[in-house]
């Protein structure tokens, strides 16, 4: 096998994972424009009282708002990055704020949370 013949098999075998690791989150249309959605498609929010990198929602408020939750050796992507929640799970976050699914979204493009008590938006790209 010559050097040319071994060079495209490596650089496949080297991209493929890449390829193959997909965002947290990607861009979906919803009535409100352009937001961030789960590999599902549901809206994704933000929560006000969030410190930067760190989630101030647990416990009921984690029931009514899923934390978008990360895998043990998921790895942080460009503006996407991982937290520490206090019971231990790992949270996906956006520019530093963790991100949340809401409830009471039953379908694609449902964006029912936005706004709820003044703290809740949907997650912009």
């Known amino acids: 096998m010559t050097f040319r013949q071994l060079i495209l098999p490596l650089a496949l075998a080297v991209a493929l994972p890449a390829a193959l690791s997909a965002a947290p989150a990607m861009n979906g249309k919803s009535p409100k424009g352009t937001i961030l959605t789960d590999s599902h498609s549901m809206s994704l929010y933000t929560f006000a009282k ?24 998921d790895k942080p992507e460009g503006r996407f990055g ?4 206090d019971d231990g ?11 949340y699914t ?4 039953t379908k694609s493009g449902d964006v029912s949370g936005d706004g709820v008590k003044g703290v809740w938006h949907l997650a912009r790209p």
């Open 82 to 85: 991982i937290i520490a929640r």
């Open 50 to 73: 969030d410190k930067q990198a760190r989630s101030a929602c647990n416990g009921d408020c984690a029931a009514k708002w899923p934390p978008l939750t990360a895998k043990p050796g």
């Open 89 to 99: 799970a790992l949270q996906w976050t956006y520019k530093g704020k963790p991100l």
């Open 102 to 105: 809401w409830v009471k979204d």
